[in-house]
């Protein structure tokens, strides 16, 4: 009985683009083409890592998938009103999203910035009012909103983004300071979808602890190997190949090499694993999970 | 021991000032121009009115300042966050606000955008942790939260904000169509203030439908006020005077005449007198500021 991680994360993906596709559904009668929009980009295909991971940390501490679901979606569509606020012009300019163009290509800029933005804000609506309905109860729900908002804001995701906008164009930008600003850009969603999902599982402040190494560790090799991807072309994101060069963005690979920069994703990952080594069968998905994202070639 | 509005409307005005100052303290040395971009537009002095709105209504119900100050920071965030995206040049593009040059004309587009985006995020983190420090119960925060994003997102300020882009260059815009926008755009955020605020201040059910009477009316009657101000020139934020006419917007005059629609803000203004009648006299701060909203010459 061995464990498929394609089918896992296929049928967990399923999950969540079905979840998603409930959670935003609208009157069919709106003058205006923001709900079009919304859906457009939430529904449009992303791999659902962070929902995923989210749900395996659950897993990892026997917890059931329905219960953090809309947490898990909610986390997702605070991630896709990340991607079309970067994919703006006055940002990184980008014309391909997950295979399609990017929203504002389709409904133009006014609507792609409100889209992002219904999809923040109501990503907090969801997680209170799916969230009593699952069966979360106010305490966990109000340190869950504290949690995800602090990951996503201005000490966090956003800051992030800023960080990678100022450091655009200069020369002499350092590994550290490219390792930082990872780290608060995707490192800080992809930490607390895990550590939020083992928190609605039940996880102990120890177990908590290992896992915030694991989750920094697969962070930090997971954008590693993807601006390998990005120069390699396997496009991970279905973004346009070399965008990163295009917007002058100083990238691992382009400071210590392909070579050490997939030795060093490498590394990360078996960090990432002998953190959690003393976790039971439960948590196989999760070792699965950063074992694949290490490999993948897409 | 008469009541003064206008000493009254300062010394709130300062409470909400020095509180939001204090909660959007950074650390000096950040390499992005985010932090500074966020402070600019949170702190570079509005009326505050959600805020006081807020606390007027947590008054009514013999609520302390204190306890509500939190949350009444928070929703000045979200209403922040919407005028920077609002002024953006891919949706009003407006080059003054509340009397100085808008946020992107100063930052630049990206940091405009971030910025609104942080203020939006952490106006979520702030509600929960300062919520609590305030002496909020985990339950009543979760009914803020959802109360809040409920007002603030897709169904609400957000909607508003896509059907007035809609509505734009639009001829045969009707009398409702334009109420209907105002009471999404602009009412939504004055009603949450009004309901959230006498909410913590221990309203009971019969109270809260007659603030929500209340705060419809005065809410259209600020639009509208806001809408006559703009023809004649009092520009009551500090935006361009015949800002609406050259986004080709219908406003209320527009449609009706200023005459009209003078009467109009008049008549909804007793109408939400009226709908609190029976309310102690805790509740004139209240009171006072729909009569002081109507009257106001800026």
């Not at 529904?43 to 890592?49: A, D, E, W």
């Not at 969801?126 to 995800?148: A, F, H, N, Q, Y």
């Not at 990432?272 to 948590?283: C, R, T, V, Y």
Request: net charge neutral.
């Amino acid at each position: 009985m061995g464990f498929n991680i394609k089918s896992y994360l296929a049928s967990k993906r399923e999950l969540v683009d079905r979840k998603l596709d409930s959670l935003l559904k609208y009157s069919p009668k709106s003058i205006t083409p923001l709900e079009e929009s919304i859906r457009y980009s939430a529904l449009s295909g992303g791999k659902r890592l962070r929902p995923i991971l989210m749900i395996a940390a659950n897993e990892a501490f026997g917890g059931k998938d329905e219960k953090v679901l809309p947490i898990a979606c909610a986390l997702e569509m605070i991630h896709t009103y990340s991607l079309i606020h970067d994919d703006l012009p006055c940002m990184d300019d980008d014309s391909l999203r997950r295979g399609v163009p990017t929203n504002h290509n389709v409904y133009g800029e006014a609507v792609a910035v409100l889209a992002g933005d219904a999809l923040l804000t109501d990503a907090f609506n969801i997680m209170i009012k799916e969230g009593l309905e699952s069966g979360l109860r106010p305490k966990i729900l109000t340190e869950i909103v504290s949690d995800i908002s602090s990951a996503a804001g201005s000490g966090g995701m956003i800051r992030g983004q800023a960080i990678d906008l100022a450091l655009e164009g200069v020369n002499d930008v350092s590994v550290d300071q490219v390792e930082k600003m990872h780290s608060l850009k995707t490192g800080a969603m992809i930490e607390v979808a895990i550590s939020v999902g083992a928190k609605i599982g039940g996880a102990n402040d120890k177990q908590l602890k290992k896992l915030s190494v694991f989750a920094k560790a697969l962070g930090l090799s997971f954008q590693i190997v993807d601006d390998v991807l990005d120069i390699e072309g396997g496009s991970d994101m279905g973004k346009e190949v070399g965008a990163d060069a295009r917007n002058r963005k100083t990238t691992y690979p382009e400071l210590v090499g392909l070579k050490k920069s997939k030795r060093k994703a490498e590394v990360l990952t078996k960090k990432a694993l002998k953190s959690i080594k003393d976790f039971n069968d439960k948590a196989t998905p999760l070792r699965e999970i950063a074992l694949y994202l290490t490999d993948r070639k897409f």
